[in-house]
Structures are given as C-alpha cells and as structure tokens.
T-cell receptor, first 116, second 109 residues
Framework: DTGVSQDPRHKITKRGQNVTFRCDPISEHNRLYWYRQTLGQGPEFLTYFQNEAQLEKSRLLSDRFSAERPKGSFSTLEIQRTEQGDSAMYLC??????????????FGPGTRLTVL | SQKIEQNSEALNIQEGKTATLTCNYT??????LQWYRQDPGRGPVFLLL?????KEKRKERLKVTFDTTLKQSLFHITASQPADSATYLC????????FGTGTSLTVIP
C-alpha cells in the first residue's frame, strides 16, 4: 500500500499523559499536513511541513502541541499534558507541490484519540 | 480569519436526481478551491479543484462552479446514486488550509 499511513489508529489515554502519533506520507510527496477533526466538523488545520521545514502553524494551536518531520519523510505529532478537549480524530495528509498551486492532498486514515 | 460555510442541513435526495451543495467563504480571495468527499471514520478524498479564473469544472458526474464575486462555489452531482452518500467538504488555501464543516448527503434509492 503506497498511501498515507498513520499509527496508531486508536489511542486511549488519561488526562495529563503525553501522546505521540506518527504519519508516513506518500514517499515522493514533499508537503505534509496535520489536522484535527471533531464530530460534525470539518478538518481543522494544525500545521504543515515542506520537506523538513515547518512552514505554518495554526495560531489556535496550544503550546502543548508540537510536530516534527526530521528528515523530510515521516512526521510525528506530540501532545503533552493531554486534556479531555484534545479528544478528536487527528488526520495527516501529504501532497506534491505544483507550480500552479492547488496541491491535491492525500489523507491517511487518522488516529482517533480519546482522553479520559 | 477565514470563514467557510456549507449547507448547514443534511441533504436528502432521490436516486437519479441532481444534488447541489453550496460553499460560501469570507475574508479571503483564494486562487483556487477544492472539494473532498469523506466517508464515516475515514480521511477525506480529493474530488475536484477549480481555479479562480475558471467558471466551471467537470469530472464525470461531478460539476463545480466558482463565483469569485459572490465568494461562492457550487458542487453538483448529477444522476446521483446511493453510493454518493457521504459528507462533502469544500476547502481553500490561504497561508493555512481551511475546510468547511461539510454537508452530509444521503441519496435515497
């Protein structure tokens, strides 16, 4: 399977614990995005990378959230001191930059986080 | 900040009819707009992209229009089928990437 993969698919944690999610993009894609989605809402942008550089981060994103893409391939999203409000589906997407813009994003299956 | 509004109510239509979904946006003039399909428990899947200099784009039974004056895009599915039942999201690109809340479509056999 050459699509975007995410691990784990489900994570249950207790409030206050740290969690880390991994995303493996499509291999030739240079951009990688993280989103959060809650029930009945569209995906909410968190951050994105072009190769290993983090180019944009949502102003709504708490300092408890951090993302890395150390070698421009896979990425990790860490949430420190989780809160119940962090419960959501975390989606990763990748794309190949086009000169004309309008990159088509390919999404992974998501990691569903439940904070008890 | 960017605001994107889609049909707030779920849309139920009869099989074979044309479904029309609306996407309105404010506070931005995007160079292009995208439409995605999302099934329950899965990530969105790209359907179509339309650029600001394009009025209309078609792909099989799908048609998208883009009116930059009205700040609106319409998404049409002709000859709808039960398999078209899903949530449809519009999205546009600023310095971030913004998705609408989505419209849930159910095609009734």
């Amino acid at each position: 399977d050459t699509g975007v993969s995410q691990d784990p698919r489900h994570k249950i944690t207790k409030r206050g614990q740290n969690v880390t999610f991994r995303c493996d993009p499509i291999s030739e894609h240079n951009r990688l995005y993280w989103y959060r989605q809650t029930l009945g809402q569209g995906p909410e942008f968190l951050t994105y990378f072009q190769n290993e550089a983090q180019l944009e981060k949502s102003r709504l994103l708490s300092d408890r959230f951090s993302a890395e893409r150390p070698k421009g391939s896979f990425s990790t999203l860490e949430i420190q001191r989780t809160e119940q409000g962090d419960s959501a589906m975390y989606l990763c997407a990748s794309s190949l930059t086009r000169l004309a813009g309008g990159d088509e994003q390919f999404f992974g299956p998501g990691t569903r986080l439940t904070v008890l | 900040s960017q605001k994107i509004e889609q049909n707030s109510e779920a849309l139920n239509i009869q099989e074979g009819k044309t479904a029309t979904l609306t996407c309105n946006y404010t506070n931005y003039s995007p160079a292009y707009l995208q439409w995605y399909r999302q099934d329950p428990g899965r990530g969105p899947v790209f359907l179509l992209l339309i650029r600001e200099n394009e009025k209309e784009k078609r792909k099989e039974r799908l048609k998208v229009t883009f009116d930059t004056t009205l700040k609106q895009s319409l998404f049409h599915i002709t000859a709808s089928q039960p398999a078209d039942s899903a949530t449809y999201l519009c999205a546009l690109d600023g310095n971030q990437f913004y998705f609408g809340t989505g419209t849930s479509l159910t095609v009734i056999p």
